[in-house]
């Protein structure tokens, strides 16, 4: 048998308190995370157009080194070394996420090639540069999208579903109490009217020897 004394009211009553105040935090932390995606997703838009710029940029100087002094000319300037990316990260709700990118192009090595191989170097750094960081910005909108979903659906288990949840039983404890209620007073009315019929007449009151006015 279900348990339906004050006590379980009282512990019910904790645990609607607590899941209602759970469904304000999650409220608001979907609120703050929403936002931060929602800008994510602008600076992603943004560096994405700034990654293609700077994509066709490299791919025209590219093309230009190549016709006037060869891509042996252009792979013979190419760094030793390769490129390093380092990451920058941003929080929002205890979430970590990639914020942004910070790269250190090598200098291209020197060789008797022409200006159009110095602009091609320098315009693939920056189409590298603007990858990285797009490519950073893209992650973390797709790690921040993750919560989001999460505590979305946190938020609508809680609301929907625990919580009325916990409402219903609380009326239900809250009901049977009531009838409890009612089964011991009713109790207590017919053991005093059983008192008093097993009283002698002459020591009853008058209103129940005369049956009431």
Same mark, same amino acid.
């Given at each position: ?60 100087? +590219? &093309?230009?080194? $190549? ?5 042996? *000319? =252009?792979? #013979? %300037?190419?760094?030793? @070394?390769? /490129?390093? !990316? ?34 091609? +170097? &320098?315009?693939? $750094? ?5 990858? *990285? =960081?797009? #490519? %950073?910005?893209?992650? @973390?909108? /797709?790690? !921040? ?35 409890? &209620? ?8 017919? *053991?005093?009217? #059983? ?5 002698? /007449? ?12």
């Amino acid at each position: 048998m279900a348990d339906v004394g004050r006590a379980a009211r009282l512990r019910v009553q904790r645990q609607l308190g607590v899941a209602r105040h759970g469904v304000e935090l999650l409220e608001r932390k979907q609120r703050i995370v929403a936002a931060e995606h929602e800008r994510l997703l602008l600076r992603s838009d943004g560096l994405g157009e700034a990654w293609g710029h700077a994509a066709r940029a490299a791919l025209e100087w +590219a &093309e230009r080194a $190549a016709a006037l002094d060869g891509w042996d *000319a =252009i792979d #013979a %300037a190419s760094p030793l @070394a390769r /490129a390093r !990316v380092t990451i920058t990260e941003g929080h929002v709700m205890g979430v970590d996420f990639p914020d942004d990118a910070a790269v250190d192009v090598p200098p291209r090595r020197p060789t008797g090639a022409g200006a159009s191989v110095s602009y091609a +170097a &320098e315009a693939m $750094a920056h189409a590298v540069r603007a990858a *990285a =960081i797009h #490519a %950073a910005t893209r992650r @973390a909108a /797709a790690t !921040v999208a993750q919560e989001l979903y999460a505590t979305r659906t946190r938020r609508r288990a809680v609301e929907h579903r625990w919580v009325p949840h916990l409402e219903s039983e609380l009326t239900r404890i809250e009901r049977a109490l009531d009838e409890l &209620e009612r089964e011991e007073n009713l109790r207590v009315r017919w *053991a005093v009217g #059983a008192q008093e019929q097993s009283r002698p /007449a002459h020591a009853r009151p008058a209103e129940a020897r005369t049956g009431g006015a």
